[in-house]
């Protein structure tokens, strides 16, 4: 059974705003790689943007260079032994998908990057070229063209973790360490 949801692309910046570690995969080539990125954050509204921070010395970064998207896989509690293998090893070297145990790809028709398996939301992502800060700064702009979420965990433009633990997003913080995002509060309508 899937829980993916579509969510309308004027929320999908909702799906990054409490800072969650992502996934950031790409395919060009016949290839596809996923690494993972705590630096990352949303830009924008209409139309939905987002930001990554991609090292130079990232086969990832080649992919989404050739190909013009990208994608964000927003990974969970159930996923932090996963995330932390995905990040500690080259797609330069191996193929993820093949070798790391639990890594796998979910066919999306309508998103022109590969979204990882068994996350809780995906931003498919346009690539906004920005020479300068992509080379400066190792940044990367995308507009967002496709968002899912997982709908026992986001609903109604909301996270709702509540008697979901093992699908907390995860939040690095260093060396295979991360929190998990804790209860909600609603402090009323803000006007």
């Not at 909702?14 to 990352?40: D, E, F, I, K, Q």
């Not at 991609?54 to 992919?63: E, Y």
């Not at 013009?68 to 090893?89: D, E, M, N, R």
Request: glycine share 10%; aromatic share 8%; proline share 6%.
């Amino acid at each position: 059974m899937t829980y993916r949801r579509p969510v309308p692309l004027d929320r999908a910046t909702r799906l990054l705003n409490h800072g969650p570690t992502v996934l950031v995969s790409a395919a060009h080539g016949g290839r596809s790689n996923v690494m993972a990125a705590a630096w990352n954050m949303a830009l924008d509204f209409m139309p939905p943007k987002a930001a990554v921070v991609i090292d130079k010395a990232t086969f990832t970064r080649g992919l989404i260079e050739a190909s013009g998207y990208f994608a964000l896989s927003v990974p969970c509690h159930a996923q932090a032994a996963l995330t932390t293998a995905i990040g500690g090893v080259s797609g330069k070297e191996v193929d993820k998908a093949a070798t790391l145990e639990g890594l796998a790809w979910i066919d999306e028709p309508e998103s022109p990057a590969p979204l990882v398996k068994g996350c809780v939301a995906w931003l498919a992502c346009r690539l906004l070229p920005e020479p300068h800060i992509q080379q400066a700064y190792d940044l990367f702009l995308g507009e967002i063209v496709g968002a899912w979420a997982d709908e026992r965990v986001y609903s109604a433009g909301r996270w709702h973790f509540e008697g979901h633990d093992a699908l907390r997003t995860l939040h690095h913080v260093a060396g295979g360490h991360y929190l998990l995002p804790g209860d909600s509060v609603d402090a009323g309508a803000a006007g």
